[in-house]
């Protein structure tokens, strides 16, 4: 679990997102595209999902991606070249179906870049015809954009600000695509608002839909029932259940008030970290 190197990816205008070399043997040899990981930084910290963005079997290691933004994320910031996390465990959750499914676009927003990246790599390895999204607020917060278009046979960008690529957003292109004519699968992984989004437009096209949901998770291992998600009116737990489902069938409503169950003590614990340091 020692971290191997440490790369600073964006530090824009207060966002802060980096990357994580870590040595894991045991996950480097069995991590697939879709599947996650659960680590504490220290003894005293939370338990937070990353999802595996690469892994390298031959060297032991997998790569993860995080953005920092509560308490955990913020020590990993902290972290430095040598250090060591307190405990890792995966991979977790089911990986994503990989086949030829003929046409296939894929969607990423804000770090879910990171999550859309090893999908669109094996989706392309797979013999399909990979249409890549990717979203954020300006162009100067897109991560892995080298990366996603050596993954794909066609890539778009949109920005809220017009920064960069197209301005607007990643669905706006989604819709003019399936317009154009009929895609077999769209995979859509981000923010809550945009996948509800691509649920929204791919509905009216009749095209099926997996999303990746970032519900919150503590146990990760289906024990403790804060990543219950609804899918279909059924109750899932997204850490063993998924985190993929079709997003047609996701609740959204609820998955967006359960993520906010947290936001004030979250908030807390920052102020408090802050006034500390």
């Given at each position: 679990?020692?971290?191997?190197?440490?790369?600073?990816?964006?530090?824009?205008?207060?966002?802060?997102?980096?990357?994580l070399e870590i040595l894991s043997p045991e996950i480097a040899s069995k991590a697939r595209p879709g599947q996650f990981i659960v680590l504490?930084?220290?003894?005293?910290?939370?338990?937070?999902?990353?999802?595996?963005?690469?892994?390298?079997?031959?060297?032991?290691?997998?790569?993860?991606?995080?953005?920092?933004?509560?308490?955990?994320?913020?020590?990993?910031?902290?972290?430095?070249?040598?250090?060591?996390?307190?405990?890792?465990?995966?991979?977790?959750?089911?990986?994503?179906?990989?086949?030829?499914?003929?046409?296939?676009?894929?969607?990423?927003?804000?770090?879910?870049?990171?999550?859309?990246?090893?999908?669109?790599?094996?989706?392309?390895?797979?013999?399909?015809?990979?249409?890549?999204?990717?979203?954020?607020?300006?162009?100067?917060?897109?991560?892995?954009?080298?990366?996603?278009?050596?993954?794909?046979?066609?890539?778009?960008?949109?920005?809220?600000?017009?920064?960069?690529?197209?301005?607007?957003?990643?669905?706006?292109i989604l819709e003019e695509l399936l317009s154009k004519g009929k895609y077999d699968l769209v995979y859509s992984v981000g923010p809550i608002?945009?996948?509800?989004?691509?649920?929204?437009?791919?509905?009216?096209?009749?095209?099926k839909t997996i999303v990746s949901l970032n519900a919150i998770m503590v146990d990760a291992t289906g024990m403790c029932g804060c990543c219950?998600?609804?899918?279909?009116?059924?109750?899932?737990?997204?850490?063993?259940?998924?985190?993929?489902?079709?997003?047609?069938?996701?609740?959204?409503?609820?998955?967006?008030?359960?993520?906010?169950?947290?936001?004030?003590?979250?908030?807390?614990?920052?102020?408090?970290?802050?006034?500390?340091?």
């Amino acid at each position: 679990m020692k971290i191997l190197n440490k790369e600073r990816l964006i530090d824009s205008g207060g966002v802060k997102i980096g990357m994580l070399e870590i040595l894991s043997p045991e996950i480097a040899s069995k991590a697939r595209p879709g599947q996650f990981i659960v680590l504490m930084a220290s003894e005293r910290g939370e338990r937070i999902p990353l999802t595996v963005v690469e892994r390298d079997f031959i060297k032991g290691t997998i790569k993860l991606i995080f953005q920092e933004a509560g308490l955990t994320t913020k020590m990993l910031g902290a972290m430095k070249t040598g250090d060591s996390l307190y405990s890792l465990v995966g991979p977790l959750g089911h990986p994503t179906e990989i086949k030829k499914y003929g046409k296939v676009i894929i969607v990423g927003g804000g770090v879910g870049s990171a999550e859309i990246y090893p999908v669109a790599r094996a989706m392309k390895e797979a013999g399909n015809h990979v249409t890549t999204i990717l979203g954020a607020r300006s162009g100067s917060l897109l991560i892995l954009e080298n990366e996603l278009k050596g993954a794909c046979d066609e890539f778009y960008v949109a920005t809220d600000d017009g920064s960069y690529g197209r301005k607007g957003f990643t669905t706006d292109i989604l819709e003019e695509l399936l317009s154009k004519g009929k895609y077999d699968l769209v995979y859509s992984v981000g923010p809550i608002p945009m996948m509800k989004r691509s649920s929204m437009v791919t509905k009216k096209f009749n095209a099926k839909t997996i999303v990746s949901l970032n519900a919150i998770m503590v146990d990760a291992t289906g024990m403790c029932g804060c990543c219950r998600v609804t899918v279909g009116g059924k109750t899932y737990f997204s850490c063993v259940d998924g985190p993929e489902f079709d997003a047609s069938l996701v609740d959204w409503e609820e998955l967006t008030k359960r993520n906010r169950i947290y936001d004030d003590k979250e908030k807390h614990i920052c102020k408090l970290d802050a006034l500390q340091k």
